[in-house]
C-alpha cells in the first residue's frame, strides 16, 4: 500500500518533471532552425509558441517547487510516468497549431505515437506539411528512442541517486557505466555516432535516387530516424516505398536492426567484446524468433502466390517481418495489402513478430527477447530436472554480458512483464472489435500499439473512433514504459485521493 504522500513528495516530482518538460522546449530549437532556414514563418511562430509554453512550464515547476532533495524510488517511477504526459500535452502544441489535425487529441496521439516509437499516426496530409513540422517529428521518435528521460538526465539532472530511479522508472534497467549520468552519456554517444554515419549513407542514396541535394539531406537524416529508433514516422505517406529503392531498403534494414539491439550490446562491442555479439541471449533470441517467423509469414505468402519471384517475397514478405520484429513499422506496401492480399497466416506472423519486439534496454518495443529467452531456458531447466535424478542440482545459466545463473527472480519477472503485454494486447484488441473492426485487423493495430511497433493494416486513421484513440495512446504509453512506473503514477493518485 502506498502512503498518503507528503508535500515533499509533490514537491521532489514537480521540480523534476520541470526537467524533463524544460528539455522538450529546448528540442524545439531545432525544428525553429529549420524553419528559420527555410523560410516557413508560420511553422516557425508554432514552434516558438511551443517553446514558450515549454520554457514557461518547465520554470515555474522547477523554480516554484525548488528542491535540492533526491528522489526516492516511487517519486522517480512518478516523475517518469508523469513526465511524459506533460511532454506529451507540451509538444503536440506545434502539432496541432500546424492545422494538419482534426483535433488536439489526434495531436497528442502522434506525440505519444513519436515518443515511444511506435510510428502510427494520425495526422493529415503528410505529404504536404513543413520541413519544420516533419523534423520535429522525427526528432521526438530519435529522442524517445533513447528516452526522454535520458535526455534529462544527460543535459539537466545532477546527483546519480534519482538520475538512476528516473532511469530505470523509463523502461531500462542495465547501466553500461557505474555512473548512471555517464551510461546516459554514453548512449547519446553511440546514437549521434551512428546518426552521423547513416545519415550520410542514406543522404548518398537519395541524391543517387534523383532527389536534389538539400532534399536528400533532409530525407536521409528523417529515414535514419525512423530506422534507428525503430520509430516507424516516415517523410512521406507512402513510406518507404516512396523511394523505388532496393539499397535504401538494405540500409535501412541493418539500421533498425542494429538499432533494436540493448545500448549494453553495443558498447560491450565498442569497448572490443566482440564475442558478446554470438553469446548473448537476446541475440540467439531473436535469430531463433525471427527464423520462426519468417518461415511462417513466407508459408502463409507462397501458399496464396502473392509474389512472383524470390526477390519480390524478400523485399515486401522479409521487409515487414524484420520491421515487426524490431518494432520499427516501416512499410514498403500499402496498409490495406495485408488484408487484401497477404492473408491471415501471414498477418499473424508478422503479428507474432510485433509481440515478440527486440532488445531490452534498446529503442524497440514488445515483450523483448531477453524475456523470451529466459522463459525459454526455464523451460529446459524444467525439462532437465525431470529427466535427471531427484538428488541432482541442475543450474541454468545465461549469457547477456556476463554468465548469470538463473533465479527465480528471472523468472518471476519476466513472466510478469509478458503476461501485462498481453492483456494489453487483448484489451486493444478487444476494444476494436467492439468498435465494429473484423478481428485479424483489430488485433494486428492493437499489438502494433502495444508493442511500440506502427505497422498498420489501416485500422489507424483519423477516422477511427475516440475511444480507440485514448486506448492506443494509453497503451503506447503503457508498453513503452513496461507498466510498472505508470502503475506507481497511478496508485500515487489513488493514495493521494484517498488519503492513504
Known amino acids: 500500500m502506498i502512503p498518503r504522500p507528503r508535500s515533499s513528495d509533490f514537491k521532489n516530482i514537480a521540480h523534476y518533471t520541470g526537467k524533463v518538460v524544460f528539455g522538450i522546449g529546448l528540442l524545439m530549437i531545432i525544428p525553429l532552425g529549420i524553419a528559420l532556414i527555410f523560410q516557413e514563418w508560420n511553422p516557425a511562430l508554432d514552434f516558438l509558441i511551443g517553446m514558450f509554453s515549454c520554457f514557461a512550464a518547465g520554470l515555474f515547476l522547477q523554480i516554484f517547487f525548488y528542491t535540492e532533495r533526491d528522489l526516492n524510488w516511487l517519486q522517480g517511477l512518478v516523475v517518469a510516468s508523469f513526465s511524459w504526459i506533460l511532454a506529451t500535452m507540451f509538444g503536440a502544441i506545434p502539432h496541432y497549431l500546424s492545422g494538419h489535425f482534426g483535433c488536439y487529441v489526434d495531436a497528442c496521439f502522434d506525440l505519444m505515437s513519436g515518443y515511444t516509437t511506435t510510428g502510427l499516426y494520425l495526422l493529415q496530409d503528410l505529404d504536404h506539411i513543413s520541413y519544420a513540422l516533419n523534423t520535429w517529428r522525427h526528432i521526438l521518435s530519435y529522442a524517445g528512442g533513447q528516452g526522454i528521460i535520458v535526455i534529462a538526465l544527460t543535459f539537466l539532472v545532477k546527483g546519480t541517486g ?83 529503392s532496393f539499397p535504401l531498403e538494405l540500409v535501412t534494414i541493418i539500421l533498425f536492426v542494429l538499432g533494436s539491439f540493448n545500448f549494453a550490446l553495443h558498447w560491450a562491442v565498442w569497448t572490443g567484446n566482440k564475442k558478446e555479439i554470438y553469446r548473448n541471449i537476446e541475440i540467439i533470441s531473436f535469430c531463433i524468433t525471427i527464423t520462426i517467423i519468417l518461415t511462417i509469414t513466407s508459408v502463409g505468402l507462397m501458399r496464396l502466390g502473392v509474389y512472383p519471384n524470390l526477390m519480390a517475397l524478400f523485399r515486401k514478405g522479409f521487409y515487414h517481418v524484420i520491421s515487426g520484429h524490431t518494432t520499427t513499422g516501416f512499410m514498403t506496401i500499402q496498409g490495406r495489402t495485408f488484408v487484401k492480399q497477404w492473408g ?55 549469457h547477456h554480458i556476463k554468465d548469470t545463473v538463473l533465479s527465480e527472480k528471472h523468472v518471476r519477472g519476466a513472466m510478469l512483464i509478458v503476461i501485462l503485454f498481453i492483456t494489453s494486447y487483448t484489451i486493444t484488441t478487444i476494444v476494436g472489435v467492439y468498435c465494429g473492426y473484423p478481428f485479424i485487423e483489430a488485433l494486428f493495430d492493437g499489438v502494433s500499439a502495444g508493442s511500440n511497433t506502427g505497422l498498420s493494416c489501416g485500422v489507424t486513421s483519423p477516422s477511427m473512433p475516440m475511444a480507440m484513440k485514448l486506448v492506443y495512446i494509453v497503451t503506447m504509453w503503457l508498453g513503452r514504459l513496461e507498466f510498472m512506473s505508470v502503475f506507481a503514477f497511478i496508485g500515487f493518485i489513488i493514495a493521494t485521493v484517498r488519503g492513504e
Open 162 to 244: 534519482g538520475a538512476f530511479k528516473m532511469y530505470v522508472a523509463e523502461g531500462r534497467e542495465e547501466k553500461l557505466l557505474p555512473n548512471i549520468i555517464q551510461t546516459a552519456r554514453v548512449i547519446w554517444l553511440i546514437s549521434l555516432s551512428y546518426l552521423a554515419v547513416g545519415s550520410m549513407v542514406l543522404w548518398g542514396i537519395a541524391v543517387h535516387e534523383g532527389m536534389s541535394v538539400t532534399r536528400g539531406l533532409l530525407h536521409g537524416i528523417w529515414v535514419f530516424m525512423g530506422s534507428w529508433s525503430t520509430g516507424g514516422f516516415a517523410p512521406q505517406s507512402f513510406n518507404i516505398s516512396y523511394y523505388h
Open 344 to 398: 491471415e497466416m501471414a498477418m499473424l506472423g508478422i503479428t507474432l513478430a510485433m509481440a515478440i519486439g527486440a532488445s531490452a534496454c534498446s529503442t524497440a518495443g514488445g515483450f523483448k527477447g531477453l524475456r523470451i529467452g529466459l522463459i525459454f531456458k526455464t523451460l529446459t531447466h524444467d525439462i532437465k530436472k525431470i529427466l535427471t535424478p531427484e538428488t541432482a542440482v541442475v543450474i541454468e545459466k545465461f
